[in-house]
């Protein structure tokens, strides 16, 4: 159990919850590929803009240039917001409930009760180092991550039901607990 977590996790327990694991994301994959595409997309932006050209496609490529580095500008946005997330993002796994607390000021707590895990209200998938618990319902469609916002909990705008728990250390071992203490609720 990583201590830290355990410590912004335990506040938020119930009388006769225990906490069986605790962690946070430790991966930083994502992150990496948000630098890479930004680094293509600012290069871009600078050939762009270094080309001698005609005067009618040099104002286009001032254009052009001036759009990628607005889009450079919003990536390099995007990517602090979500390391924000995810550094400010501590998992547990308790006797009757997954908790997910997350959030860019004030951290804010989520939980998802295992006994949906037992009812056909939810299901519980696990993909690589990442363990995704959604709506049965909407296993046909698998939305992204959404720019901007929290990774770990589908925004409340998009009417889904969908808990993340990213870049996992022992993904399948925490998945195993989740499914191991569901059914011991049964």
């Excluded at 996790?9 to 994301?25: D, I, S």
């Excluded at 296993?139 to 870049?167: H, I, K």
Aim: charged fraction near 20%.
């Amino acid at each position: 159990m990583d201590p830290e977590a355990a410590a912004v996790v335990t506040p938020h327990l119930l009388a006769r919850e225990e906490l069986l694991w605790c962690g946070r994301p430790h991966d930083t994959t994502a992150l990496r590929w948000r630098a890479g595409v930004i680094i293509v997309v600012g290069i871009a932006a600078l050939l762009l803009r270094s080309l001698p050209l005609d005067s009618s496609l040099a104002e286009r490529a001032d254009t052009n240039s001036i759009l990628l580095a607005v889009l450079v500008c919003v990536l390099i946005a995007e990517a602090i917001v979500f390391q924000t997330y995810i550094s400010n993002t501590f998992y547990g796994v308790t006797n009757q409930r997954v908790i997910i607390v997350s959030g860019l000021r004030e951290p804010e707590m989520t939980a998802v009760l295992l006994d949906l895990l037992n009812a056909p209200h939810l299901r519980l998938q696990r993909i690589h180092r990442h363990i995704e618990i959604r709506a049965r319902a909407e296993q046909m469609f698998q939305p992204g991550y959404l720019p901007f916002t929290n990774p770990s909990v589908a925004p409340d705008w998009t009417g889904r039901e969908c808990y993340r728990l990213l870049a996992l250390e022992d993904a399948r071992r925490v998945c195993d607990l989740i499914i191991e203490s569901a059914h011991k609720l049964e």
